[in-house]
């Protein structure tokens, strides 16, 4: 009985170890050409400028690479590569309480990223992403910056990820 299965087994086995297409459980989908990814320091171009958000960002994005895919990080441009500015960071209110101040703001981090893909130009891509994070005004954006920054890229980095290697 066992040598039956066996013989049924093997063959589903051969088969399904001569896919192509690399899935991972991230849902990601990343062709064998790619090796390599590259992401080059986003500039800071908004108006309104948090000094670790540029090196925080890039650094975010080069963590969830190497975390969540097969790709080398390389300093030349890779395979995979990205580049990026910062165009927007601003705080704006949301609610208004009764003697007109403000008791709810949003912050704001606008980033626009160029995606190029060796294997499969077609999947190439320059795009904006927004994201924000709503906080107490009261409390004042320089008690909570860091945090919600933290929170910002978190979203952005997973919505430039999904992008370039889920296909959403």
């Given at each position: 009985m066992r040598i039956i299965l066996l013989y049924l087994l093997l063959p589903v086995f051969i088969i399904a170890t001569g896919c192509t297409m690399n899935y991972s459980f991230t849902g990601a989908s990343i062709p064998p050409q790619l090796e390599t990814v590259s992401v080059r320091d986003f500039d800071n171009r908004a108006p309104v400028i948090y000094p670790p958000l540029s090196q925080e960002l890039t650094d975010?994005?080069?963590?969830?690479?190497?975390?969540?895919?097969?790709?080398?990080l390389v300093n030349d441009i890779g395979d995979a590569d990205f580049e990026g500015v910062i165009e927007q960071y601003r705080t704006q209110p949301v609610s208004v309480e009764a003697d007109e101040r403000a008791n709810l703001e949003r912050l704001?981090?606008?980033?626009?990223?160029?995606?190029?893909?060796?294997?499969?130009?077609?999947?190439?891509?320059?795009?904006?992403?927004?994201?924000?994070?709503?906080?107490?005004?009261?409390?004042?954006?320089?008690?909570?910056?860091?945090?919600?920054?933290?929170?910002?890229?978190?979203?952005?980095?997973?919505?430039?990820?999904?992008?370039?290697?889920?296909?959403?």
């Amino acid at each position: 009985m066992r040598i039956i299965l066996l013989y049924l087994l093997l063959p589903v086995f051969i088969i399904a170890t001569g896919c192509t297409m690399n899935y991972s459980f991230t849902g990601a989908s990343i062709p064998p050409q790619l090796e390599t990814v590259s992401v080059r320091d986003f500039d800071n171009r908004a108006p309104v400028i948090y000094p670790p958000l540029s090196q925080e960002l890039t650094d975010a994005l080069k963590d969830m690479f190497q975390s969540r895919t097969r790709l080398q990080l390389v300093n030349d441009i890779g395979d995979a590569d990205f580049e990026g500015v910062i165009e927007q960071y601003r705080t704006q209110p949301v609610s208004v309480e009764a003697d007109e101040r403000a008791n709810l703001e949003r912050l704001t981090v606008t980033v626009r990223v160029s995606y190029q893909n060796t294997a499969d130009p077609e999947l190439d891509f320059d795009s904006s992403f927004t994201r924000y994070e709503d906080y107490d005004a009261r409390a004042g954006l320089e008690a909570v910056e860091a945090e919600l920054v933290k929170k910002i890229i978190s979203q952005l980095t997973q919505d430039i990820y999904n992008r370039a290697f889920v296909n959403w």
